[in-house]
């Protein structure tokens, strides 16, 4: 079975400074997605950035950048500059396919408070 | 513009009601779920489906019901046999469900039962 770990409840950083959050995963998937989602206070689910699980190169969208390292599992989401609108829940999340279809398996998530 | 719509944003149950949410996209895609969130949780899957007049039970499907008559609509009903409905829902799509595509989320429905 798959598994996402977000060991970080809560964060707090200092607006312009940069902020990673963690993520872990676990599968015994060969090919398999990894996502990351922002859900503000208004409850919609964002979505951020993917890293497949047979790219070399980690992935980047503007100021957010995927801290992909296969051998440890993990899938950090790197957050440059940060801003006060990007206080929100984050979520990571994993994709496989199970019985012929695609699903996604997500995190509980870590709550990040800019502070200005 | 393309999107996924959900309605209605805020939805009241009384007990031993059945409910419909809607959802709605226009993105062509083939693929649409249907997650609940729970204060402080992560998404779980109810229903899928990755084609018209087929559609898959997710984790926590019991309670719950859904159609796909129409590519654009994948419609949730809670019933009267779901014990705790009060969450969060959310609807997704996928261009096909087949691979490992990124789902595009709708706003959400919040629903309390009374």
């Known amino acids: 079975a798959q598994k996402i770990t977000q060991t970080q409840p809560g964060m707090f950083v200092q607006e312009k400074e940069a902020v990673t959050l963690d993520c872990t995963y676990d599968?015994?998937?060969?090919?398999?997605?990894l996502f990351w989602y922002k859900q503000p206070s208004s409850g919609e689910m964002i979505f951020l950035i993917y890293?497949?699980?047979?790219?070399?190169q980690n992935a980047t969208e503007g100021r957010y950048s995927l801290n992909f390292q296969k051998a440890r599992k993990s899938a950090n989401l790197v957050i440059s500059a940060s801003q006060l609108g990007d206080s929100a829940m984050y979520f990571c999340?994993?994709?496989?396919?199970?019985?012929?279809?695609?699903?996604?398996?997500f995190g509980q998530g870590t709550r990040l408070t800019i502070n200005p | 513009d393309g999107g996924i719509t959900q309605s209605p944003k805020y939805l009241f149950r009384k007990e031993g009601q059945n409910v419909t949410l809607s959802c709605e996209q226009n993105?062509?895609?083939?693929?649409m779920y249907w997650y609940r969130q729970d204060p402080g949780q992560g998404l779980r899957l109810i229903y899928y489906?990755?084609?018209?007049?087929?559609?898959q039970k997710g984790d926590i499907a019991e309670g719950y019901s859904v159609s796909r008559e129409k590519k654009e609509s994948f419609p949730l009903t809670v019933t009267s046999a779901q014990k705790n409905p009060t969450a969060f829902y959310l609807c997704?799509?996928?261009?096909?469900?087949?691979?490992?595509?990124?789902?595009?989320f709708g706003p959400g429905t919040r629903l309390t039962v009374l």
């Open positions: 599968t015994s998937d060969q090919s398999y997605g």
């Open positions: 489906s990755q084609i018209v007049n087929d559609f």
């Open positions: 999340a994993m994709s496989g396919i199970i019985q012929g279809a695609q699903k996604l398996v």
């Open positions: 993105l062509n895609h083939d693929a």
């Open positions: 997704a799509s996928s261009i096909s469900g087949l691979g490992v595509d990124t789902q595009y």
């Open positions: 890293q497949g699980s047979y790219d070399e």
